[in-house]
């Protein structure tokens, strides 16, 4: 068995050190740096100064634990709008400036190590079909710029799964967890604020008293949306992480396990201690329910339909008769109102909500419907797909180009319709019309393929973990469901699901290391 010794001398050295006394030539030029940047603090005005030097303190803890980085980076995708600088159709913010650094800070610690070897995610494959199906809706495309632009989204993605996965140990993990939460209930907090104080723009007024909640995402939709993606974490770890539970390890479960001196988290301690699990147990308990506060502020419907699935998805996979029985007892509640009268009864203001959503939904030329107050919000939805709709019929094989929907609207609008609104609300119609066939076809196969790694995650875990990959799996069925509504892929949201996706990979990764197979 080689020794420590044995296996630092098998390791290349680096060019300065091949010097005459490289070693100190390379602690002279680290001084040098530190005096410079001093140099440089010295001449700014206070502000600055100080701005700069938080940031040189978070990047040099950073680069000793680059999932500080990424728990930074949970923080900042709902934040990251407040501050922005335009880089030609793009806008570049903190979470896509965190992300960036973050990247660099793991890529500069794996050179330092001689050792620049990836783990790749479970759901690559699906990943790099449905990118492919992107890229050849490129050939078609009308504006190039934009194309690219909804393109670094997904790379975006992609970056924080592979990030998570092989940046992260189990302390790591729950801090990541610990920063998705806090946004979410950051947010949710901030929206409460905007719900009962009436702040907003007059046209989000809700019953004479109250306010439609945006948030930071200026627009109520996106930001049920991203409520709807962190509020399953909450639930997933409130079923799961409480200490008296999970520590009988159920058939075929693994535990994640606490990293060694690498990046990639390998054998060690099990479950955290009982302490930790119930710090963390309170923080999704007082989380969640400021989120689910905010997310009902939002008065989305769509969220609330997904927020909805997610957490009947949640029970579902946690298992427990008491909690199967009840949500079992839900639903045949809901299946006899719908049949008896035809509606489910809810309070006034809700009732107001839901009245006509079906039927308006299923409304699918809408060139002669009357338009309302009630129903405006969905008759336009709906105008949208019919153009989305088209622009398939026009470009089936390739799409019109990924980004270009609201390039090409308005050739397609209908009447009383202009406004392309970015998207054609709903992400199944609008990855249709901008890749064709070829691109739904990938992007369904991403779904799936993304449900199959957090139901794979649920099975291989326990304890606070199962309640992370209990999240990962809620948050997936809401985005699916929302999308139906909506687009999610915006305001940095994909940051987020890619965060929630490499938490899965990261746990499966896991049973992988102790030879467990799936």
């Known amino acids: 068995m080689r020794t420590n010794g044995e296996q630092a001398a098998r390791v290349p050295a680096w060019p300065w050190e091949?010097?005459?006394?490289?070693?100190?030539?390379?602690?002279?030029?680290?001084?040098?740096?530190?005096?410079?940047?001093?140099?440089?603090?010295?001449?700014?005005?206070?502000?600055?100064?100080?701005?700069?030097?938080?940031?040189?303190?978070?990047?040099?803890?950073?680069?000793?634990?680059?999932?500080?980085?990424?728990?930074?980076?949970?923080?900042?995708v709902p934040f990251g709008s407040l501050r922005s600088i335009s880089l030609g159709p793009a806008q570049v913010g903190?979470?896509?400036?965190?992300?960036?650094?973050?990247?660099?800070?793991?890529?500069?610690?794996?050179?330092?190590?001689?050792?620049?070897?990836?783990?790749?995610?479970?759901?690559?494959?699906?990943?790099?079909?449905?990118?492919?199906?992107?890229?050849?809706?490129?050939l078609p495309a009308s504006s190039f710029a934009l194309a690219v632009k909804e393109m670094l989204k997904w790379a975006e993605l992609w970056l924080a799964a592979l990030l998570v996965l092989n940046a992260v140990d189990a302390a790591g993990a729950l801090l990541l967890a610990l920063g998705l939460l806090a946004a979410g209930a950051a947010q949710g907090l901030l929206g409460a604020y905007q719900f009962f104080a009436r702040v907003g723009p007059p046209e989000f007024v809700l019953m004479?008293?109250?306010?439609?909640?945006?948030?930071?995402?200026?627009?109520?939709?996106?930001?049920?949306?991203?409520?709807?993606?962190?509020?399953?974490?909450?639930?997933?770890?409130?079923?799961?992480?409480?200490?008296?539970?999970?520590?009988?390890?159920?058939?075929?479960?693994?535990?994640?396990?606490?990293?060694?001196?690498?990046?990639?988290?390998?054998?060690?301690?099990?479950?955290?201690?009982?302490?930790?699990?119930?710090?963390?147990?309170?923080?999704?308990?007082?989380?969640?329910?400021?989120?689910?506060?905010?997310?009902?502020?939002?008065?989305?419907?769509?969220?609330?339909?997904?927020?909805?699935?997610?957490?009947?998805?949640?029970?579902?996979?946690?298992?427990?008769?008491?909690?199967?029985?009840?949500l079992l007892v839900g639903v045949l509640a809901l299946c006899l109102c719908l049949l008896v009268w035809g509606r489910v009864p809810l309070p006034g203001a809700l009732q107001e909500r839901f009245g006509g959503f079906l039927s308006d939904l299923t409304t699918f030329d809408v060139?002669?419907?009357?338009?309302?107050?009630?129903?405006?919000?969905?008759?336009?939805?709906?105008?949208?797909?019919?153009?989305?709709?088209?622009?398939?019929?026009?470009?089936?094989?390739?799409?019109?180009?990924?980004?270009?929907?609201?390039?090409?609207?308005a050739k397609y609008a209908l009447p009383r319709w202009p406004d392309p609104l970015g998207h054609a609300h709903n992400y199944y119609f609008n990855i249709a019309a901008e890749a064709g066939l070829p691109g739904l076809a990938a992007y369904l196969i991403w779904v799936f393929g993304g449900l199959w790694v957090a139901l794979l995650a649920v099975r291989r875990s326990q304890g606070v973990w199962r309640g992370l990959a209990l999240g990962v799996l809620g948050m997936w069925v809401h985005l699916s469901v929302h999308n139906l509504f909506d687009n999610l892929y915006v305001h940095g949201m994909g940051i987020t699901v890619?965060?929630?996706?490499?938490?899965?990979?990261?746990?499966?990764a896991q049973g992988r290391r102790r030879g467990q197979n799936p």
């Open 18 to 76: 091949r010097l005459p006394h490289g070693r100190w030539l390379g602690r002279l030029a680290l001084a040098a740096l530190v005096l410079f940047w001093a140099w440089a603090l010295a001449g700014l005005p206070l502000t600055n100064a100080a701005a700069l030097l938080v940031a040189a303190v978070v990047g040099v803890a950073m680069l000793l634990w680059p999932a500080l980085g990424l728990a930074l980076l949970a923080v900042a």
């Open 94 to 138: 903190a979470a896509e400036m965190l992300l960036a650094v973050t990247a660099a800070v793991w890529l500069v610690r794996q050179l330092a190590r001689r050792s620049l070897r990836p783990t790749w995610p479970a759901f690559g494959a699906a990943g790099l079909a449905l990118m492919g199906a992107m890229l050849l809706s490129f």
């Open 208 to 326: 004479g008293r109250f306010m439609r909640a945006a948030g930071t995402f200026h627009q109520p939709n996106p930001y049920g949306g991203f409520l709807g993606l962190t509020l399953p974490l909450a639930v997933g770890l409130l079923l799961s992480a409480w200490p008296a539970r999970g520590r009988n390890r159920p058939s075929g479960a693994v535990q994640p396990q606490q990293a060694g001196a690498s990046d990639a988290p390998t054998a060690g301690e099990a479950l955290p201690s009982r302490r930790v699990t119930l710090a963390i147990w309170l923080a999704a308990a007082v989380g969640g329910g400021l989120i689910a506060l905010g997310l009902f502020a939002s008065w989305s419907r769509g969220a609330w339909l997904g927020a909805a699935a997610a957490v009947a998805a949640v029970v579902l996979a946690n298992g427990g008769r008491w909690l199967r029985g009840a």
């Open 367 to 409: 060139r002669g419907v009357e338009v309302d107050d009630a129903n405006f919000a969905v008759i336009e939805r709906v105008a949208h797909w019919q153009a989305a709709l088209a622009m398939l019929n026009d470009y089936p094989w390739t799409g019109l180009g990924l980004g270009n929907y609201p390039e090409a609207y």
């Open 498 to 508: 890619g965060l929630l996706l490499g938490l899965a990979a990261w746990i499966i």
